[in-house]
């Protein structure tokens, strides 16, 4: 158990509609990060927050949105959704920011969405 | 060209083969170099870290560095069955917040 907890852990859900992946990092770690694994991309890293403040950004279409609130979890937001956007998302948390602090990310269990 | 390259091709080997998987990176700023494993239906989890070039070994685990080629390994001796996953390549540069990983590499070890 990676001590980081990811709800829900699957989501089925119709092409425009809105969801919400919620992640909380584990105890002590301030800095939170999404990744979207699909099979032909990769994980490919979406944006970063550490302690309640956007960080980094990465491949993070603008119909994506997330934010970490003050009690340190985060919530990415994916909106008008699209076939596409049917993949893995990952959140991982690390007790800093930026290398080598965050070589060590410790990942939870993934939130699967399916786009029908 | 793709920041970190990776080959996905699947990779199935006897139990007790050497397993060698390596990725190719064309940023020169990279000096943090890491093999996560990841176990199906799991999120990845920290393999080997190392910094800047040089040889780390971890028990039946050894990573490879060599700036001057771009170029990461990882070799597992004496595989065993619970090795089966997949395994990725992730780099990061000083002061940088994120992690550029590889596709991954499906590894099956055959009892």
């Known amino acids: 158990d990676s001590g980081v907890t990811q709800t829900p852990k699957h989501l089925i859900t119709a092409t425009g509609q809105r969801v919400t992946l919620r992640c909380s990092p584990r105890?002590?770690?301030?800095?939170v990060y999404w990744y979207q694994q699909s099979l032909d991309q990769g994980l490919q890293f979406l944006i970063q927050y550490y302690n309640g403040e956007e960080r980094a950004k990465g491949n993070i279409l603008e119909r994506f949105s997330a934010q970490q609130f003050p009690d340190l979890h985060s919530e990415l937001n994916l909106s008008s959704l699209e076939l596409g956007d049917s993949a893995l998302y990952f959140c991982?948390?690390?007790?800093?920011?930026?290398?080598?602090?965050?070589?060590?990310?410790?990942f939870g269990q993934g939130t699967r969405l399916t786009v029908v | 060209q793709k920041e970190v390259e990776q080959d996905p091709g699947p990779l199935s080997v006897p139990e007790g083969a050497i397993v060698s998987l390596n990725c190719t990176y064309s940023?020169?700023?990279?000096?943090?170099f890491m093999w996560y494993r990841q176990y199906s239906r799991k999120g990845p989890e920290l393999l080997m870290y190392t910094y800047s070039s040089g040889n780390k070994e971890d028990g039946r685990f050894t990573a490879q560095v060599d700036k001057s080629s771009k170029y990461i390994s990882l070799f597992i001796r004496d595989s065993q069955p619970s090795d089966s996953a997949t395994y990725l390549c992730a780099m990061s540069a000083r002061g940088n917040n994120r992690l550029a990983f590889g596709k991954g590499n499906q590894v099956v070890v055959i009892p």
């Open positions: 940023n020169s700023a990279f000096q943090y």
């Open positions: 105890s002590g770690d301030l800095s």
């Open positions: 991982a948390s690390t007790r800093g920011q930026g290398a080598p602090l965050n070589t060590e990310a410790f």
